[in-house]
């Protein structure tokens, strides 16, 4: 089975769709209660509503919480076929500005450095990024330098879109049932909370939400959320001696307290977890102060979050005047816990990713994805490259040509499915 190729016509359409889908302002908001999160990722979920439509897919349906559905019909009449599902979400990171994104398509990368217009510091460069020494001759798309690019994981859907055109367009390539699944609030730990498993309808999931091109990942961190309340005493500073507690002091302390030349995000790499502080507000009388927790194992998770209210305690102890209370709350767990069991999903993706003349690339992911939740829930469900790099910061980018084997990946993948022989 050879791997398909795309013309120029479909890589132009894969770069174009690219780019109208960065430019549209998705970032989720943690701190909101609504479904999605934020009002915006309604703009995008709704213009690619309009576009499944436009080109012809199937059961093409937008649930009140956020999910959009489509489905590209099986060409076979094989039951042992699996019906396959492709997942992307829709919302970009809340950690750097994703509003009025200007996405530049650099051609034919020739090695110099990048200078992003917008901030004359953000600068790309081969010694600072050595993928980018693969990628010579490719288009490079990056943002200006005032904001994320959203290649995550705007590259995901573009790559699943093409997908979808392509297997509409070419009936005679032999598959079973095709899902996709656009998913809200991934970023913030919420993708699939409301996705229905019955409405999917799948015997098996990718998610496209991965990096370097040949990546196939079935190991994430677990993850969790812990987050301290603090309510000091509050009284006019003028008479304030003997009697304030203040709540942002206290909070400054328990930081303080916490690991900050070790287990923290800039100090870690591989398989070593970390305690990440990522928010903290509040005033004199109130504070609250907001961690993530992540391991690859549930007994490192554990100890992080014991070690986070220790100190929390220990706090309360030295201050009884003021009430402190830490909250741990579980996000997602290692999807490896359940895919070592039967790694046929994994097995076919790199088999896909070898017939396209890709080394498969197995790492665990320092982070998490949809497929994580999918994955606990019953529903097989790794994840896969698009080639997006630096994702939540300025100095995000891709290369349309990864993006391009993405989605020969992707058309090898739903053929090997189809097969029903596994």
Same mark, same amino acid.
């Given at each position: 089975m050879a791997c398909y190729s795309l013309d120029d016509t479909r890589i132009r359409e894969l770069e174009q769709r690219f780019l109208r889908y960065a430019r549209i302002d998705t970032q989720s908001d943690e701190a909101a209660a609504s479904v999605p999160s934020t009002e915006k990722q309604w703009d995008l979920l709704r213009l690619l509503q309009q576009e499944l439509q436009a080109l012809g897919a199937m059961d093409v349906m937008l649930t009140d919480y956020g999910c959009l559905f489509a489905t590209a019909p099986a060409t076979i009449a094989n039951e042992g076929a699996k019906t396959v599902a492709f997942l992307a979400h829709v919302d970009t990171a809340p950690a750097f500005n994703g509003a009025h994104v200007m996405p530049i398509v650099h051609?034919?990368?020739?090695?110099?450095?990048?200078?992003? *217009?917008?901030? *004359?510091? &953000?600068?790309?460069?081969?010694?600072?990024?050595?993928?980018?020494?693969?990628?010579?001759?490719?288009?490079? +798309?990056?943002?200006?330098?005032?904001?994320?690019?959203?290649?995550?994981?705007?590259?995901?859907? #573009?790559?699943? !879109?093409?997908?979808?055109?392509?297997?509409?367009?070419?009936?005679?390539?032999?598959?079973?049932?095709?899902?996709?699944?656009?998913?809200?609030? %991934? %970023? +913030?730990?919420?993708?699939?909370?409301?996705?229905?498993? /019955?409405?999917?309808?799948?015997?098996?999931?990718?998610?496209?939400? /991965?990096?370097?091109?040949?990546?196939?990942?079935?190991?994430?961190?677990?993850?969790?959320?812990?987050?301290?309340?603090?309510?000091?005493?509050?009284? =006019?500073?003028?008479? #304030?001696? /003997?009697? !304030?507690?203040?709540?942002?002091?206290?909070?400054?302390?328990?930081?303080?307290?916490? *690991? &900050?030349?070790?287990?923290?995000? %800039?100090?870690?790499?591989?398989?070593?977890?970390?305690? =990440?502080?990522?928010?903290? =507000?509040?005033?004199?009388? %109130?504070?609250?102060? =907001?961690?993530? @927790?992540?391991?690859?194992? @549930?007994?490192?998770?554990?100890?992080?979050?014991?070690?986070?209210?220790?100190? #929390? &305690?220990?706090?309360?102890?030295?201050e009884p005047r003021a009430t402190i209370t830490c909250t741990i709350t579980p996000q997602y767990r290692n999807m490896r816990y359940w895919l070592e069991k039967d790694m046929l999903p994994v097995e076919l993706a790199m088999q896909a990713i070898e017939q396209c003349g890709l080394r498969p690339i197995i790492r665990p992911i320092r982070g998490g994805t949809d497929g994580a939740g999918l994955t606990e829930r019953g529903l097989p469900t790794p994840n896969l490259f698009t080639g997006m790099q630096n994702s939540h910061g300025p100095l995000e980018w891709i290369s349309v040509q990864d993006m391009v084997k993405s989605v020969q990946v992707c058309l090898e993948l739903v053929q090997l499915w189809a097969e029903g022989v596994h």
């Open positions: 051609r034919q990368y020739d090695g110099k450095p990048l200078v992003l *217009p917008d901030d *004359p510091t &953000q600068v790309l460069t081969i010694e600072n990024d050595p993928l980018l020494k693969d990628k010579l001759g490719e288009d490079i +798309i990056t943002a200006s330098g005032a904001t994320l690019l959203g290649a995550d994981d705007k590259s995901g859907i #573009a790559v699943i !879109m093409t997908l979808v055109d392509y297997l509409l367009s070419h009936p005679e390539i032999p598959h079973g049932a095709v899902r996709l699944c656009f998913t809200v609030d %991934e %970023e +913030i730990g919420k993708g699939v909370t409301h996705l229905d498993l /019955g409405t999917l309808a799948a015997d098996v999931a990718y998610t496209l939400d /991965g990096g370097e091109a040949g990546e196939v990942t079935y190991e994430t961190f677990s993850g969790d959320r812990a987050v301290v309340k603090i309510k000091g005493v509050s009284t =006019h500073t003028g008479t #304030a001696k /003997g009697k !304030m507690v203040n709540a942002l002091n206290l909070a400054a302390k328990l930081i303080d307290r916490l *690991p &900050q030349n070790s287990a923290t995000p %800039e100090t870690t790499e591989g398989r070593e977890g970390f305690i =990440h502080v990522y928010r903290a =507000h509040g005033s004199a009388a %109130e504070a609250e102060v =907001h961690f993530i @927790l992540r391991d690859f194992e @549930l007994e490192g998770l554990r100890a992080h979050g014991q070690r986070v209210c220790e100190a #929390a &305690q220990q706090l309360q102890r030295e």
